[in-house]
């Protein structure tokens, strides 16, 4: 793709719309995302229940990059390039697992997991093992969530998002936690159909009975309006008279939004859950009953956080759910979500797991099928962008305008 192509491309887009098509289907588009998107920024890749012990590793595909995040034997989490520095296999071609040195099936090429190369047989006198570890892949964890970032030089404002968002999230103690379930889905749709349907509530009380059990859609870019001003001051009365419980707490809930502010946007917001209030549930009530941190109160809401250009999280008084979505193709995208509830719980005891996942697996289908709707639709040839709601749709046009923005510094 030529810069020229794309600087044509983003010329054409409207403010306040949707993207032009080749955004969503393009191949060199695409390769352009996985460059300059996913290979420069932070991207949410695991939590840290999934590395709870020395040796444990996950591996996540970014594009063609594939990172191998392990535990140490020191207890820090360290990411690299999962690939030996001997002739580039793949080191560790499992999801997730256990190991005590990070070995090369194919030469037996062997590092310790900090990365040092430790074991080259045959090689030749004076050949240096200290130039030949593993290749370092940067790492920033915040509050339990594991982030990584492919840029030689990524960008510095990541320190900001954790010195502002571990008041908010610390309390919770996600570190803390054990995995109780992780589902992959596989979306046919562009990565970027996936975060817009994210970034809108518009759609759930037609499409999310079950999560709409729970959760006011009003909590999610909503803004005064003809049709929704009413019921949107009956939700800020109830958000007013809970922040102020939770603040009295100690658990920050005022919203932050900088979505399309920095280079590293995230927004954030402890927002009232209806019914019961206590989690994100069939009933709204408690999924796991052993709470959280030293949480004794259930009913604390869902503090929302999402991050761009790849994640959301609802942390909950007794379980935190956390999605990644990892683009494949133009046309396919992995979402990946993992509950977590207090490592002592005890399954079919504090939880069971289909309670636990109902909401999500139920929403994720549904919205599964919302993008893959909206894919066939915008290879159309009858598609073009169309106008996103002031009322509703306030956050789908942060992601696009942060995306754009993104894209533009490319081709200038």
């Not at 310790?112 to 045959?122: E, P, V, W």
Request: net charge negative; proline share 6%; charged share 20%.
């Amino acid at each position: 793709m030529t810069t020229t192509f794309l600087h044509d491309l983003l010329a054409r887009r409207r403010a306040g719309h949707s993207l032009e098509a080749p955004f969503y289907r393009d191949e060199a588009v695409f390769q352009a995302d996985l460059a300059h998107v996913f290979g420069r920024h932070w991207i949410f890749v695991a939590v840290e229940p999934q590395l709870p012990q020395p040796g444990d590793f996950v591996t996540v595909d970014i594009g063609r990059s594939s990172v191998l995040l392990v535990r140490d034997d020191d207890g820090r989490v360290r990411a690299f390039h999962n690939v030996c520095r001997h002739r580039g296999t793949r080191l560790c071609a499992a999801q997730q697992g256990a190991l005590g040195n990070i070995v090369c099936p194919y030469h037996q090429w062997t590092y310790d997991l900090g990365g040092a190369l430790i074991h080259a047989d045959h090689m030749p006198a004076g050949f240096d093992r200290e130039a030949h570890g593993l290749r370092p892949v940067h790492v920033q964890l915040l509050a339990g969530l594991v982030f990584v970032c492919l840029a030689d030089e990524p960008p510095e404002d990541m320190q900001r998002m954790v010195s502002e968002m571990t008041p908010y999230l610390a309390p919770h103690r996600l570190a803390e936690c054990k995995v109780a379930a992780q589902v992959d889905i596989v979306e046919q749709g562009n990565w970027k159909l996936t975060m817009e349907n994210n970034r809108e509530c518009y759609h759930c009380v037609a499409n999310h009975p079950e999560l709409t059990v729970s959760l006011y859609e009003y909590g999610f870019g909503y803004r005064p309006g003809p049709q929704n001003a009413e019921g949107i001051q009956r939700f800020k009365d109830i958000m007013a008279a809970s922040h102020a419980r939770w603040e009295g707490m100690g658990l920050p809930s005022r919203e932050i939004d900088v979505l399309d502010e920095r280079v590293t946007g995230f927004r954030t917001q402890r927002l009232p859950l209806d019914r019961a209030g206590q989690s994100q549930t069939l009933d709204a009530a408690v999924a796991c009953r052993k709470l959280l941190g030293s949480f004794t109160d259930p009913a604390l809401g869902g503090l929302s956080f999402w991050t761009q250009p790849n994640s959301w999280h609802h942390f909950m008084s007794d379980h935190v759910v956390s999605f990644a979505v990892l683009p494949i193709a133009p046309e396919r995208t992995l979402v990946r979500t993992t509950w977590c509830v207090h490592r002592d719980a005890i399954e079919g005891v504090d939880y069971d797991v289909a309670r636990l996942t109902a909401v999500w697996n139920a929403t994720n289908d549904q919205d599964r099928r919302l993008v893959e709707a909206s894919q066939a639709g915008v290879a159309d040839p009858a598609y073009e962008p169309g106008p996103y709601s002031p009322y509703t749709e306030e956050l789908v046009e942060k992601f696009t305008r942060w995306y754009v923005q993104r894209m533009r510094a490319l081709a200038a």
